[in-house]
């Protein structure tokens, strides 16, 4: 190797060198950045994690996590020994299935009708009104849906109106399911909405054109052009519903049930809360927990290889 070779790997390894440097200090500033939410993350989400013991444990709380008594498995085999729980399991899943299917459908319907409404200010006003009570708490809109459907209510007035009876919506194991899932649809469709609307802009307006001048009408240019360019969304937003399909929502039922509706209303997050806070039964509510939070991540790893598989898009 001459002089100038030699020269010139040199002055390469510098510029590599310094390129090096100057990208680690580029980065410095973003990782600053970070620090506080990883910080968050680290303090309110990981540390707890140590009192998943809890859950194999007769924990006891004047000895704390480290004096309390190792059982092994026995919460486990007491949780599945209990019939309550296979009951709320059950009703777990109906509540959030019924939810997830509802509130997908609607938001898929409002997306498309949305998109068809040319004046501006108009699509505008819907669109906030629409959105508005997503961001809204449940024990706000609790409030307005326990006067919207009691006894003497606006829903029920109407009823007897018609001629038929009052119906106690949320004290009757018949209709507090239905309640539930519907007035969850009510506040979150509009918002859902909105990643199916940015699949709609998505998709060439060239071929709604062609179509029509082909003599295609509205509902066949939405059933062959606007659903079939909104599939991929469509199956990656149902893939990842499925990690919370274990989740009927604790505050919304927590904000709506009563003791009368438990047969139907009793939810996984309601019967830890009721067992582990009131019931004061700490290692049994952590099984409870902690079996749903070991589902909860293999339907969330289902749902990756899913959307990975129909879609060719991963969630993480």
Same mark, same amino acid.
């Given at each position: 190797m001459n002089a100038e070779s030699t %020269?010139? %790997?040199?002055?390469?390894?510098?510029? &590599?060198?310094?390129?090096? &440097?100057?990208? @680690?200090s580029s980065q410095t500033m973003y990782h600053v950045m970070m620090a506080p939410g990883m910080i968050f993350v680290l303090?309110?989400?990981?540390?707890?994690?140590?009192? @998943? %013991?809890? &859950?194999?444990?007769?924990?006891v709380p004047a000895k704390g996590i480290l004096g309390s008594e190792f059982v092994g498995l026995k919460n486990f085999e007491y949780m599945f020994s209990v019939p309550d729980v296979g009951r709320i399991f059950m009703n777990? %899943?109906?509540i959030a299935v019924g939810k997830i299917l509802l509130g997908t459908l609607m938001a898929i319907v409002f997306a498309v009708l949305?998109?068809?409404?040319?004046?501006?200010f108009l699509k505008k006003t819907v669109q906030t009104v629409v959105y508005l009570p997503h961001f809204l708490s449940w024990v706000v809109l609790a409030a307005v849906v326990v006067n919207m459907v009691n006894l003497d209510g606006p829903l029920n007035q109407f009823l007897a109106v018609l001629g038929m009876e009052k119906i106690n919506f949320l004290g009757s194991n018949t209709w507090f399911r239905p309640m539930i899932i519907m007035t969850d649809v009510w506040k979150e469709f509009g918002y859902n909405s909105i990643v199916y609307l940015a699949a709609i802009t998505a998709i060439d307006p060239g071929l709604h054109e062609a179509a029509a001048m082909?003599?295609?009408?509205?509902?066949?240019r939405v059933w062959n052009i606007t659903l079939p360019g909104m599939l991929p969304i469509i199956l990656l937003m149902a893939a990842m519903s499925l990690t919370s399909i274990l989740s009927a929502g604790f505050d919304q039922i927590y904000n709506l049930y009563s003791p009368m509706v438990y047969q139907t209303g009793d939810v996984l997050d309601t019967y830890v809360y009721r067992m582990g806070l009131i019931g004061r039964q700490y290692s049994f509510s952590t099984a409870v927990g902690l079996l749903r939070s070991v589902v909860g991540m293999i339907l969330m790893l289902t749902a990756n290889g899913l959307a990975k598989r129909f879609t060719d898009r991963k969630i993480f």
């Open positions: %020269l010139t %790997l040199k002055r390469e390894r510098r510029l &590599a060198e310094k390129t090096g &440097a100057g990208k @680690i303090i309110f989400c990981f540390v707890p994690m140590f009192g @998943i %013991l809890m &859950a194999f444990q007769d924990y777990t %899943l109906i949305l998109n068809e409404i040319r004046v501006k082909d003599g295609a009408g509205w509902w066949k």
